[in-house]
């Protein structure tokens, strides 16, 4: 059976088509695309996505349906995450999408959204130790603990790079000022974690902004998930990242490291500080970066759906 996975996020529009055996109990990996449309922009000022928003969102769509028929899908799974979640059109979006692709297509709550991303992250480890995973977004962060067995705990914070960006920053490089108005942000809103059972697990990072510090600190101006799919991130270097994205705009930021932060060069530095202050509360000095997540997830949670709970698949 072959399914695809579409995780239409604040910032990004991700693809995943992959192939699942029934006999070997294994998710091959077919292909996978990602385009950065940023639906959520200026999204909290009327909680409505915009009307040229939604016509970029269509137009990846269109080129995603066009590739889902070439792999022959089964099914496409769509979740929607924040953007769609707040925006008042959100709902009437997603019926839309639901009616022209007749794609399964669902807005899917904080908490699901964290669930299906610590999923589609631990399912790739060989083992059934207890992680924490941090997934974040454009306009919410999730932070997940637990084995494949069990989550310990799970929530979604309603902060994300886009919303930091536009909530904090007016200037291109940002002021000091803003850049310490989002680190008290952050410090009040991840309070939470400080003494919290997940800081005496591994933690695992997940979607763009650690995915793209991987290929930043590797030298790579193409994504290469096989680099940096279970690399490593250091609380030395994302401050050191942190310490040069604090001081260049975003057109030097694009010049210097290419295709692989289009998209992101201007929310690269907010990403930065929420992995920077997660880290440090949770005395963190190093993280594994995960190129899954919730797109992985969604297509395992179907697949369990259909032929049970907790299957011990493979991912390939």
């Known amino acids: 059976m072959v399914i695809s996975s579409i995780d239409i996020g604040s ?62 899908c089964d099914i496409t799974l769509v979740a929607a995450t924040n953007a769609l979640r707040i925006a008042k059109n959100g709902k009437q979006i997603a019926d839309n999408i639901r009616t022209e692709f007749g794609w399964d ?93 997940c800081s005496s697990t591994e933690l695992i990072a997940v979607a763009g902004t650690p995915t793209t510090l991987s290929c930043m600190k590797q030298g790579l101006k193409i994504f290469n998930e096989d680099l940096v799919d279970k690399s490593e991130l250091t609380l030395d270097e994302i401050i050191q990242f942190t310490s040069i994205l604090s001081v260049w705009n975003s057109t030097q930021i694009l010049n210097e490291y290419g295709d692989v932060v289009k998209g992101r060069e201007d929310v690269l530095l907010t990403g930065c500080l929420i992995l920077k202050a997660v880290m440090e509360i949770m005395k963190k000095e190093k993280l594994m970066v995960s190129s899954k997540g919730l797109r992985y997830g969604v297509i395992i949670d179907y697949i369990n759906s259909l032929y049970g709970e907790n299957i011990d698949l493979k991912l390939l």
């Not at 006999?23 to 009307?51: A, C, D, F, G």
């Not at 994300?160 to 410090?187: D, H, R, W, Y």
């Open 11 to 72: 910032n990004t529009i991700l693809l995943l088509i992959a192939e699942y055996n029934a006999q070997e109990q294994t998710v091959k990996t077919l292909y996978n695309e990602y385009r950065v449309p940023r639906i959520s922009k200026n999204l909290k000022t009327n909680l409505m996505i915009s009307n040229e928003k939604v016509s970029e969102m269509w137009n990846v769509l269109y080129d995603y349906n066009a590739i889902i028929k070439e792999y022959k």
């Open 105 to 197: 297509t669902k807005i899917i709550n904080g908490e699901d959204e964290a669930r299906l991303s610590f999923v589609g992250t631990i399912q790739s480890q060989v083992n059934n130790a207890k992680y924490s995973v941090i997934d974040i977004g454009g306009g919410s962060t999730e932070i997940i603990c637990g084995s494949r067995s069990k989550i310990d705990f799970t929530k979604s914070f309603k902060v994300g790079t886009v919303s930091l960006f536009e909530k904090f920053i007016n200037t291109n490089p940002p002021m000091q000022s803003e850049i310490n108005a989002i680190e008290n942000e952050l410090l009040n809103y991840f309070d939470s974690l400080k003494d919290n059972s």
